[in-house]
């Protein structure tokens, strides 16, 4: 989730609280000279203070009104100051806001270079290493149907070559799919989220697993596809590893937001042991999943505790998906 620092520009009604401070205290001072006026105020001074006339008491409003003047000139200062540190503190963080907009976009490049990288590196994987085993494995089966002499140890031999082919060939397998979900660019989001699921249903078939899809989610970018289904498959092994879950359930579904745009929001919860975030190990792998929503600029929560389940919510804008 971004977080963006907020600003204290100063509102139209914020300047204009010295002036009308201002004309409060002159109010109050005319006030007090009608008072003065009406009462003779400084005639009943003198009167009463007459008989300390050697401390010359007549002469002290005046240094009254200088202190006053002074303190009103010292006020002005303070206030001036204020507004100069307001303002730098304002341009402070603007830089600031640029800066993180900045870094954000120099991550959200670099989640695509990795990305791009990974595709890359999938498709190699895919044309070059992929044709090769087959080929090894179609020579196996040759020696294996035509062998004439010693036909019990070439047959075992081809056999230990198939077998071998097989398991690195499912080794190259699940490596692509980790490295780049391969029925994402062929099938779509949906269709590569249900293989995904389908998957762990049968590493883990004692857990029921229930996937949702509310709303069109076929028209977003390449971006966003790839980080709901990292965020999925991420979801899941924390599951695997710490929940030991007996129930999966995953929504996706598209929404308004409150700005008019849309939304993409996933939700994953299971009903498995939960954790303790205010321990510093509590021992799920949420820093990824957290970054990947924040560079999206989207918001990420979670909702757990020990022993009831564990769950978390992505909110993703759509726009997000076409930078």
């Given at each position: 989730m971004s977080e963006r620092p907020a600003r204290h520009a100063a509102t139209p009604g914020a300047q204009m609280s010295p002036?009308?401070?201002m004309a409060i205290v002159?109010?109050?001072?005319?006030?007090?000279?009608?008072?003065?006026?009406?009462?003779?105020l400084n005639e009943l001074l003198f009167e009463h203070t007459r008989q300390w006339e050697h401390f010359q008491l007549d002469e002290w409003p005046t240094a009254l009104l200088v202190l006053a003047a002074s303190l009103g000139w010292l006020s002005w200062r303070r206030y001036q100051q204020t507004l100069i540190e307001l303002r730098a503190r304002q341009r402070a963080e603007e830089r600031l806001e640029r800066v993180l907009a900045e870094n954000r976009e120099l991550a959200h490049q670099h989640l695509r270079i990795?990305?791009?990288?990974?595709?890359?590196?999938?498709?190699?994987?895919?044309?070059?290493?992929g044709q090769y085993l087959n080929a090894i494995k179609l020579d196996a089966v040759t020696i294996g149907e035509m062998a004439v002499q010693d036909p019990a140890g070439t047959g075992v031999a081809a056999k230990r070559i198939v077998q071998a082919v097989n398991h690195v060939h499912g080794v190259v397998n699940d490596m692509i799919r980790r490295l780049r979900p391969t029925g994402l660019d062929e099938l779509g989001l949906v269709a590569a989220l249900e293989s995904c699921v389908d998957?762990?249903?049968?590493?883990?078939?004692?857990?029921r697993f229930s996937f949702s899809v509310e709303g069109n989610v076929?028209?977003?970018g390449e971006l966003l596809n790839l980080t709901l289904y990292r965020l999925i498959q991420e979801g899941l092994t924390n599951a695997y590893k710490h929940a030991q879950p007996r129930n999966i359930d995953i929504t996706l579904r598209r929404e308004k937001n409150a700005t008019g745009g849309d939304d993409i929001v996933l939700t994953l919860t299971d009903d498995g042991r939960g954790a303790d975030l205010a321990r510093r190990n509590a021992g799920f792998g949420l820093t990824g999943m957290r970054e990947r929503v924040a560079m999206m600029g989207g918001g990420f929560a979670i909702d757990t505790a020990p022993e009831r389940g564990f769950g978390f919510e992505a909110r993703l804008p759509v726009a997000a998906g076409s930078g």
């Open positions: 002036w009308r401070d002159f109010g109050i001072t005319l006030v007090s000279a009608l008072l003065a006026a009406r009462f003779e990795q990305e791009a990288e990974r595709k890359h590196l999938a498709r190699e994987l895919h044309d070059e290493l998957q762990w249903q049968q590493r883990l078939p004692n857990v076929d028209d977003l």
